[in-house]
């Protein structure tokens, strides 16, 4: 079974400072991972996602994130924040298995407060 | 490219009253649906999926049904409400398979008084 591991439900930095929000999952076979953004009151956004490709991803609004195997994680980063990357993320784990039903397992999700 | 519509936004409805909120995706053939919950505070429960037509699994018993009458179709029901059903519901979409993860609806804001 797949599982997803959020460190810090909430984060804060300020203005220009670097993003980092860690992602540690679990899997039995070799993972498909995603980052996605929420804004208040609306759906989830993509923003990458990695698929046993190049270990460095790269997303939209500048975030990356890289997958490490060898420590379970698939950590997020952003060189500076903006004040507009203020909102709620999430890390999911998916595996497609034999019944390709494609379900995400998500983590508990970090809020991100970016500070003027 | 996909497009998922999701309605009503918010929701107020009384304990005990039925639900049905209703999902349609636009833009692809037999994809596979799913609805979520975001309680205040936590993460996103997986509800049920559908990979086809009358095709429903549930992921979590509760007061919560499913239903996918058409191809593009999915529908969260409930015949009586409880106070623990408030929350963000998301319906989402994958019309290729987890890798290309999903598209979000908008969501509702359901709240049960």
Same mark, same amino acid.
């Given at each position: ?12 930095? /300020? =203005?220009?400072?670097?993003? +980092? ?6 899997? #039995?076979?070799?993972?498909?991972? &995603?980052?996605? $953004? ?31 195997? /060898? =420590?379970?994680?698939?950590? +997020? ?6 004040? #507009?990357?203020?909102?709620?993320? &999430?890390?999911? $784990? ?23 | ?113």
């Amino acid at each position: 079974a797949q599982s997803v591991t959020q460190l810090g439900s909430h984060v804060s930095v /300020s =203005e220009g400072a670097l993003v +980092l929000l860690r992602c540690n999952y679990s899997s #039995s076979v070799p993972p498909y991972l &995603f980052w996605y $953004v929420q804004y208040p009151n609306q759906g989830l956004q993509l923003l990458l996602k990695y698929t046993s490709a190049a270990t460095l991803v790269k997303g939209i609004n500048g975030f990356e994130a890289e997958f490490k195997k /060898s =420590e379970t994680s698939f950590h +997020l980063t952003k060189p500076s924040a903006h004040m #507009s990357d203020a909102a709620e993320y &999430f890390c999911a $784990v998916s595996a497609l298995g034999s019944s390709n039903t494609g379900k995400l397992i998500f983590g508990q999700g970090t809020t991100l407060q970016v500070k003027p | 490219s996909q497009t998922i519509h999701q309605w009503p936004a918010t929701l107020v409805q009384p304990v005990g009253s039925p639900l049905s909120l209703e999902c349609t995706v636009e833009g692809t053939s037999n994809p596979n649906l799913y609805w979520y919950r975001q309680a205040a505070g936590r993460g996103l429960q997986l509800l049920f999926y559908s990979v086809g037509i009358g095709q429903i699994s549930s992921e979590v018993p509760q007061n919560l049904s499913a239903s996918r009458p058409q191809d593009r179709q999915f529908i969260l029901s409930s015949k009586k409400l409880l106070l623990s059903d408030s929350g963000f519901y998301l319906c989402a979409t994958t019309a290729q398979g987890a890798i290309y993860g999903y598209t979000f609806g908008s969501g509702t804001r359901l709240t049960v008084v």
